[in-house]
């Protein structure tokens, strides 16, 4: 077997530090692909229940992964889809960070951040998060690690619902409403939701409206569910502000006539059943998506459409061969992908574009998992992934452009071991390797011209869990190596390109847990020390051997708090804190300065009124103004830095109304 495809443990602890107890027998499904008691994971997965959702001071699936899944959230763009940084990948996090709907993969193969908007957080049973884990088990863009976010379902002989409102700063407006229709073998259930506002910036208007259901036949042995979904959204883009702009006028508009909209669906069919010793799985996926933008700042509007179909067929063998308890997991992964993209002077010129961009591509992927009890107190953990993709590409500029074609052949694996001492203490041990291919805009400008070719990761992992008397703690420590790491470097000659990079390091120690200090009263923290570096390599004649890779913050920290006030009154109260990290651009690591630290504190307060919950959120209470994306060298920059400004405080106030 090659080296390649020995490599990672999904090894972890017996339980999650921030869940309450009674969750620990919790079904969870992202670390085998297969439902499974979290106890018996054999992951160091993290999981956001619904419960600790509603009990969040955020307002947005990003701000929710900021404040509790521990994930780096930045804002480089002035929309509300935010990227998503995992262990410290910076410019790259969406593209190294896997993000799964349901188990189906929603990252789409271009630059674009994945569109968390368009999930409301009251269509979410929970989230699973595996940190520098997936690979195995779902393919590329997994080296930072996975987030599945798991929606409702119907649930068996229940009819219910709920409505939602709420009003707050800026304009903010939201609006939502969810249904449970369910009998004892068919169920149903639907949320839809509408969110606006003026924005913290000039020319930053939103609207967001989104539909959601879930139709399921429902069985002892067997299930079968419909899901499908659309959503629709109109952005204003406001551009960068330079640092004077920062200073004196930091809600203001760079581009005031720039401005975005995007409309997607998806239809999502997935079955199971139950053998005994053997289950057999299935989900066929189509996603669809329809982006337009007009930068009239850059004389320039551009359409954009993607179209991907998947099939997951997959089974699940459970046995005691030779007396050790054994899991199996085996399946096939067929994925289809295309896009369209042209480019034109305005919006009337679009069907006569001066640059029109066609791709596909067809990945073929088999992998196979397996779990062992060596004894009661011992499990290991191996698996195996090939992957092979083909893709067409062909960039026309007035007319003019080369068909290009690729097949490459990539690798991922795992091998580890958790070993717990008594019920209090465990520990655990991780080797793998992960992938990534290039998404459709990195090989569409590239130094070489030619296509990028797989980046591939090693990761090493072990860490300690502790559980002992309400009281939870996780210390992680891990080491990535990459090669070939797909990146756009500006020393590039001569403006800059995206390009296969020479060895690249991750390194970092991860502490987060959680605690009751008294009767209602509890908090939860995490703590993160990370470095990216260059190891080697010399751009455009600049060596950047042992220099830092820009917008990775040294430095991570969440608090959260939670107070039952009283029998229905509760106090929510979180800190987030980014350390200071170099600016994008900044590779070569000149410029003097870095971006500055920030800490952001929200609260919120929840009333319970018989079916009625009233709630009031302030957000960033103290009123910081900081950003968290700063560029340098930038040519729609007229002074050394450029951000994009973040909101200063807010106050929302929500009401929900929840019957049967």
Not at 72 to 84: E, F, I, K, M, T
């Amino acid at each position: 077997m090659k080296r390649s495809i020995l490599a990672a443990l999904v090894a972890g602890a017996p339980f999650q530090p921030s869940l309450p107890a009674h969750a620990e027998d919790a079904v969870v499904v992202t670390a085998t692909r297969f439902p499974e008691r979290l106890l018996d994971s054999g992951v160091g997965m993290s999981v956001i229940t619904s419960e600790q959702i509603s009990a969040s001071t955020a307002t947005t699936l990003p701000e929710l992964l900021s404040r509790m899944g521990r994930v780096h959230v930045r804002d480089n763009a002035g929309s509300p889809d935010r990227q998503l940084d995992m262990r410290g990948f910076g410019i790259t996090g969406d593209q190294n960070t896997l993000v799964l709907l349901d188990g189906i993969r929603i990252n789409e193969n271009d630059l674009a951040a994945t569109r968390l908007s368009a999930i409301p957080l009251s269509a979410i049973e929970r989230i699973e998060i595996l940190p520098g884990s997936g690979a195995v088990q779902y393919g590329p863009g997994a080296s930072g690690g996975t987030i599945n976010i798991i929606t409702r379902g119907p649930r068996r002989g229940e009819r219910s619902g709920a409505l939602f409102t709420g009003l707050g700063s800026y304009g903010a407006e939201e609006a939502r409403a969810g249904a449970n229709l369910a009998g004892d073998r068919l169920g149903l259930r639907l949320d839809a939701s509408h969110q606006g506002g003026d924005g913290y910036r000039q020319n930053n208007r939103l609207r967001q409206d989104s539909v959601a259901g879930d139709l399921r036949l429902l069985g002892a042995e067997s299930s079968l569910a419909l899901k499908f979904g659309a959503d629709e959204q109109r952005l204003g883009l406001p551009g960068v502000r330079n640092e004077d702009q920062f200073v004196s006028d930091p809600r203001g508009a760079t581009t005031p006539s720039d401005w975005s909209t995007g409309a997607g669906d998806y239809v999502t069919l997935q079955g199971k059943t139950d053998f005994g010793r053997v289950e057999l799985a299935l989900d066929a996926s189509s996603r669809g998506h329809l982006a337009t933008a007009n930068y009239q700042s850059l004389g320039s509007y551009l359409d954009i459409k993607t179209r991907s179909t998947t099939v997951s067929p997959r089974l699940r063998w459970r046995g005691s061969p030779a007396g050790f308890e054994t899991s199996l997991v085996a399946g096939v992964d067929l994925e289809d992908w295309d896009y369209r993209r042209r480019i034109a002077g305005s919006r009337a010129e679009i069907d006569t574009p001066f640059s029109r961009t066609q791709g596909s591509q067809s990945s073929r992927a088999f992998y196979l998992r397996a779990s062992a009890m060596l004894d009661a107190a011992t499990k290991a953990t191996a698996g195996a992934r090939v992957q092979r993709v083909s893709r067409d590409l062909t960039s026309e500029f007035f007319g003019t452009g080369p068909l290009q074609q690729q097949t490459r052949t990539a690798h991922a694996g795992e091998i580890g071991l958790q070993h717990a001492f008594g019920d209090a203490l465990a520990v655990f041990g991780k080797l793998g390797t992960s992938f990534r291919f290039a998404s459709v805009d990195e090989n569409g400008f590239t130094a070489t011209g030619e296509l990028l070719e797989p980046q591939s990761a090693r990761h090493r992992e072990a860490g300690i869990d502790y559980r002992a008397n309400g009281t939870r703690w996780r210390v992680t420590a891990y080491a990535i190596d990459l090669d070939k790491e797909i990146y756009f470097s500006p020393l590039v000659v001569p403006f800059g390109a995206n390009t296969n990079l020479s060895p690249t390091r991750r390194t970092g120690l991860e502490i987060n847990g959680g605690t009751t200090l008294a009767r209602g009263l509890e908090v939860s923290g995490s703590l993160a020390f990370q470095t990216a570096r260059f190891k080697t390599g010399v751009y455009g004649g600049v060596d950047v051997s042992g220099r830092d890779i820009p917008l990775v913050p040294r430095t991570l920290a969440t608090l959260g708090l939670s107070w039952q006030a009283a029998a229905r009154t509760r106090v929510a109260a979180s800190l987030a804190y980014t350390g200071a990290q170099r600016y994008d651009n900044d590779q070569d690591n000149a410029f003097t300065r870095a971006m500055p630290a920030y800490a952001v504190m929200d609260l919120k307060l929840t009333r319970e009124f018989g079916d009625w919950t009233l709630s009031g959120i302030a957000a960033n209470l103290f009123d910081k103004r900081y950003a968290s994306y700063g560029i340098v060298g930038s040519f729609a920059c007229t002074t050394p830095v450029c951000v994009y400004p973040q909101p200063g405080r807010s106050f929302f106030a929500s009401a929900e109304y929840r019957f049967k």
